[in-house]
């Protein structure tokens, strides 16, 4: 009996996981303590586990230079991950996510795709961590080529700040995993929060913006703001959004 008539949660039409089954709240506190397995080093990150199609053993992983490119921070239900996923097919891509519940609806939405669309989506995975106390574990230096914070949480107070994910210390951080040329795309439907991101961007001297020609050439602009179920509901609410998308530069201790 196929999975989706054996169990409620998924659709019977699609195969795909239910939303409605893995729902949670709209964030959570990244300074909390969460009890889940980290790497010790990018160097423990399990691509068997995640990549089994392309990693099937062990042996594989020490012999293949190929590594995670892309990383959605708090990649919600995983739509960016889903589209990118086909439009850049040949490179590795990882959603990190700090809820359970929600982690969970991305990882089973991947293997059912995998399983209704033979030969795709073995690019893409997710995984649960605290991206804000964790980076560092899951990729090297100069690892990345691109790194994703869609509609994060604005956290209003200012006291409450500190936890937001695009702030001048995590920046040395996500500064420290890009590749040199390596782009963070950033998009909030809260212009507080919008500025307060390009501010920071803008001030790093490790980072500079893209230029309009740019952004107009590159593919993954328009996923931004469409891709994801935040995205889609400021659409239908007739809301804004504010973009700071920003290109990793050489500095002098790179």
């Not at 892309?70 to 921070?73: C, G, M």
């Not at 230029?211 to 952004?215: F, G, K, M, P, W």
């Not at 920003?246 to 500095?251: E, F, K, L, S, T």
């Given at each position: 009996m196929p999975e989706s008539e054996a169990n409620p949660t998924f659709s019977k039409s699609t195969?795909?996981?239910?939303?409605?089954?893995?729902?949670?709240?709209a964030h959570s506190n990244p300074l909390s303590d969460s009890h889940f397995p980290v790497p010790v080093s990018p160097r423990h990150v399990d691509y068997t586990a995640h990549f089994p199609e392309l990693f099937p053993s062990y042996d594989q992983v020490d012999g293949n230079s190929q590594r995670i490119q892309?990383?959605?921070?708090g990649c919600g239900f995983g739509g960016l991950l889903i589209s990118l996923a086909t439009l850049f097919p040949e490179t590795l891509m990882v959603g990190m996510e700090l809820r359970d519940k929600v982690t969970e609806y991305v990882k089973e939405r991947i293997l059912a795709l995998r399983v209704t669309n033979p030969g795709q989506y073995r690019n893409v995975s997710v995984v649960r961590t605290n991206s804000m106390?964790?980076?560092p574990n899951y990729f090297e230096k100069g690892q990345l080529s691109k790194m994703f914070f869609l509609f994060p949480d604005p956290h209003f107070?200012?006291?409450?700040?500190?936890?937001?994910v695009i702030s001048p210390h995590l920046l040395d951080e996500y500064a420290y995993v890009l590749q040199v040329g390596g782009i963070i795309y950033t998009?909030?439907?809260?212009?507080?929060?919008?500025?307060w991101m390009k501010a920071c961007l803008e001030q790093h001297p490790m980072f500079e913006p893209l230029?309009?020609?740019?952004?107009e050439a590159d593919p993954v602009i328009k996923l931004l703001s469409t891709a994801t179920e935040e995205g889609q509901k400021v659409a239908r609410n007739g809301g804004q959004t504010f973009t700071a998308v920003?290109?990793?530069?050489?500095?002098s201790s790179s």
């Open positions: 195969g795909l996981p239910r939303k409605r089954f893995y729902r949670a709240r892309f990383a959605d921070v106390k964790y980076i107070k200012e006291k409450n700040h500190r936890r937001r998009i909030t439907d809260v212009e507080e929060l919008g500025e230029t309009d020609q740019e952004l920003y290109r990793r530069i050489a500095g």
